[in-house]
Every structure is written in structure tokens, then in C-alpha cells.
């Protein structure tokens, strides 16, 4: 399973970026697909989160100016960013949660990251 970013960048305080997530390879069904970031020095945490149902889960620190969204049929998962702030500047890595095909007839579960894509938020 190949999980590839793209949408970071440098932008000012107050401005918006959109980032993409699109899964793909031998995936019977990504059944959530999430977004987590990671700051110098700080630990990689949770900030938006969502199931091929459309139940979204979003840190407290974005809520109102985040919003996740998903389109099952690309198997892609996006992530608008609004109002930005220097606090939001880290590496934004997507994870992809599902079953894969392994075998004729097979399938496991998998968990997939990307490589991830630099946000920075200039004051």
C-alpha cells in the first residue's frame, strides 16, 4: 500500500492551505484514514481523523478552523486548513487504515504512512 501528501508550504499567519492524501496498491477497503503532525522536538499527535462512514474526529486545537473530508471512491482523504497559526507549523503525515489483498482470496489488515509534507506558518 503506497500513501503519498501533497498541499504543504509556507504560508502567513491567518491564510489557508488544503493537503491531499491519496492511497493506493492492492487495498480491498481503507476503512479510516487519518492526518498527525509532528513539531521539532515534540511528539507525533493526532489532528484530524475520519471513516469511510464520514465520522470525523478532530484534535481540540483545530476545531473550527480544520476540516476533514474524504472521497472513498479515490481513496484519498483531504485536510482544509484555515486560519493558520505558527503553532501549526510541523511535518503532516497521513495514515491509512484497512485490509489489503495478500494472496488469491486473502486479505490482511494494514496500517500505512506517508512520507509526509512540510506546513509552515510564518508570524
Known amino acids: 500500500v503506497r500513501v503519498v501528501e501533497s498541499g504543504g508550504g509556507l504560508v502567513q499567519a491567518g491564510g489557508s492551505l488544503r493537503l491531499s492524501c491519496a492511497a493506493s496498491g492492492s487495498i480491498f477497503s481503507a476503512d479510516a484514514m487519518g492526518w498527525y503532525r509532528q513539531a521539532p522536538g515534540k511528539e507525533r499527535e493526532l489532528v484530524a481523523r475520519?471513516?469511510?462512514?464520514?465520522?470525523?474526529k478532530l484534535v481540540d486545537s483545530v476545531k473550527g478552523r480544520f476540516t476533514v473530508s474524504i472521497d472513498n471512491a479515490r481513496i484519498t482523504v483531504y485536510l482544509q486548513m484555515n486560519s493558520l497559526e505558527p503553532e501549526d507549523t510541523a511535518v503532516y503525515y497521513c495514515h491509512v487504515e484497512g485490509r489489503c489483498w495478500v494472496g488469491v482470496g486473502r486479505l490482511t489488515s494494514f496500517g500505512s504512512w506517508g512520507q509526509g509534507t512540510q506546513v509552515t506558518v510564518s508570524s
Open positions: 475520519i471513516t469511510s462512514g464520514g465520522t470525523t
